[in-house]
């Protein structure tokens, strides 16, 4: 079992940076981690992916050179660093683990989510 809570979510200017935070209870170091996102009346999105051990990650072509997902597992954690942003990045942005890695990209791969955080980008 696995519980994960996100933070770090806010307001921010367009061009601001943020960096948002996964911790989880439970085995973390087990688990491949991915990062999405849901703007209103949309359909849950991936952002970012990373494999236990810490590579390799994959990014969404929207956040490429923008985003840098991590983490580190001795703190049972991971991290959104989200540079850059834009108003359409603004949205609820969750966390989420699997073991099978598979397809880190696809939301119905994984088997644990955070409640979410939002995140809003003025313009």
């Known amino acids: 079992q696995l519980t994960l809570v996100e933070s770090g979510g806010g307001l921010v200017q367009a061009g601001g940076s943020l960096r948002l935070s996964c911790t989880a209870s439970?085995?973390?170091?087990?688990?491949?981690m991915g990062w999405f996102r849901q703007a209103p009346g949309k359909e849950r999105d991936f952002v970012a992916a990373?494999?236990?051990?810490?590579?390799?990650?994959y990014y969404a072509d929207t956040v490429k050179g923008r985003f840098t997902i991590s983490r580190d597992n001795a703190k049972n954690t991971g991290y959104l660093q989200m540079n850059l942003l834009k108003p359409e990045d603004t949205a609820v942005y969750y966390c989420?683990?699997?073991?099978?890695?598979?397809?880190?990209?696809?939301?119905?791969?994984?088997?644990?989510w955070g409640q979410g955080t939002q995140v809003t980008v003025s313009s």
């Open positions: 989420a683990a699997v073991r099978d890695p598979a397809n880190l990209r696809n939301a119905m791969s994984y088997d644990y």
């Open positions: 439970g085995i973390f170091s087990s688990y491949n």
């Open positions: 990373i494999k236990w051990r810490g590579a390799p990650d």
